[in-house]
Structures are given as C-alpha cells and as structure tokens.
T-cell receptor, first 112, second 117 residues
Framework: DAKTTQPTSMDCAEGRAANLPCNHS???????VYWYRQIHSQGPQYIIH???NNETNEMASLIITEDRKSSTLILPHATLRDTAVYYC?????????????FGKGTRLHILP | DAGVIQSPRHEVTEMGQEVTLRCKPI?????LFWYRQTMMRGLELLIY????????DSGMPEDRFSAKMPNASFSTLKIQPSEPRDSAVYFC???????????????FGDGTRLSIL
C-alpha cells in the first residue's frame, strides 16, 4: 500500500495556481517527499522533492507542513500542458531495500 | 542531454513468444530500474540494479521474467514465454547513487507498450 493519500482528481483553470495536496501522516523523520507527474503516454517525470523546508524550482513549489504529515505541490501558473497524473511519494521505512510505492496519484485537469 | 532510451516503443506479439525489452540509462547513472504499469495495478517496480548488479528482484512476477545488465550503458528485460496478462507498459528509469538515494531523483524513459495476443 502507498503511504500517501491524494485526491483522485482535481480541476484548475488555465493561468491559475494549481495546489495539489498530499497526506503522509506516517512519514519518518529522515524520509523525503517526492513529486512526480505522468503525462499521457510518457514516463513519469521528476518534479521536486523536499525533507522539511519548503522548496522551489523552475517547475513548482513544495510546501511541507511543520509536522511533516502533509504537503502541497504548487504549480504557480498552470497551463494545458500541466494536465497529468501527479504522484506524491515518500520513501517507505528505513531499510534501503524498501520499494518506491507509486499510488494512484491525482489526475489534474487544466481547464481552458 | 539524452535521457533514458527504451526500445522498442511498441511491441505486439503472440503468446508463447520471447519478448526482449531494451534500455539505455543516462550516462553516468549507476542505478537502473525496471517498472511495469497497468490500469489495474498502477506502476510497479520489477527489479533494481546498482553498479550493474541486481539488488532487488522481488517485484519480478515469476520465472518467465528475467533482467540483465551486462554493462553500465545497457539493460534488457526478457519475458519467455510471454502471456496475454504480461500486456502492459514497461518503463526503465535510471538515477545516480543507491537504491532510492534520497537526494537523487529517478529519470524515466518513455516506455515500451507491450501487447501479447
């Protein structure tokens, strides 16, 4: 089972900020939060990751709550090309042999 | 920069045939991963190599599946004999560092869409 909970789908108007939530209430202190997205017919694409501080790069911002039990991925100015399934992933457990678990993700629809 | 390159992009074959999927990781990356994606099961990790050595193959569904990495720039995933339930999109990914080195993201290829008739 994935250790994250995400809404199944979300809509966002083109040009607006898209805020994608993720709950990871069982996250351990040294586990990172990663975000990937998968555009139709393509492989998953890395977006951003963080540990406890908020992070920003050219694609998105990641806001992690102080207790680290949840996070939000922000696409500041969504475009139609941002329509994709977005996966929130945390490393499962402490063992280096633990697997990445891709859950169902959030299907984001950008509306023109 | 060249990303992860997979071939073929599409493969259609009859059940019982041998299928070989190929992957060229990003130059300099020392970890390689094979995933399978279906509507029912989502994205599943099949096997992980580090420095050309298989580290975790617990996701390989059964003995019909095998993977090799003869050198740092090439890997194969083979299914013999193939069955209709093997139909899926197979992705290869590579990264720097260890298994899921916490500061190194995985970079995925565009996948091979496999259909077994």
């Amino acid at each position: 089972d994935a250790k994250t909970t995400q809404p199944t789908s979300m809509d966002c108007a083109e040009g607006r900020a898209a805020n994608l939530p993720c709950n990871h209430s069982t996250i351990s202190g040294n586990e990172y939060v990663y975000w990937y997205r998968q555009i139709h017919s393509q492989g998953p694409q890395y977006i951003i990751h963080g540990l406890k501080n908020n992070e920003t790069n050219e694609m998105a911002s990641l806001i992690i709550t102080e207790d680290r039990k949840s996070s939000t991925l922000i696409l500041p100015h969504a475009t139609l090309r941002d329509t994709a399934v977005y996966y929130c992933i945390v490393r499962v457990g402490e063992n280096r042999d633990d697997k990445i678990i891709f859950g169902k993700g959030t299907r984001l629809h950008i509306l023109p | 920069d060249a990303g992860v390159i997979q071939s073929p992009r599409h493969e259609v074959t009859e059940m019982g045939q041998e299928v070989t999927l190929r992957c060229k990781p990003i130059s300099g990356h020392n970890s390689l991963f094979w995933y399978r994606q279906t509507m029912m099961r989502g994205l599943e990790l099949l096997i992980y190599f580090n420095n050309n050595v298989p580290i975790d193959d617990s996701g390989m569904p059964e003995d019909r599946f095998s993977a090799k990495m003869p050198n740092a720039s090439f890997s194969t995933l083979k299914i013999q004999p193939s069955e209709p339930r093997d139909s899926a999109v197979y992705f290869c990914a590579s990264s720097l560092g260890g298994w899921f080195s916490v500061n190194q993201p995985q970079h995925f290829g565009d996948g091979t869409r496999l259909s077994i008739l």
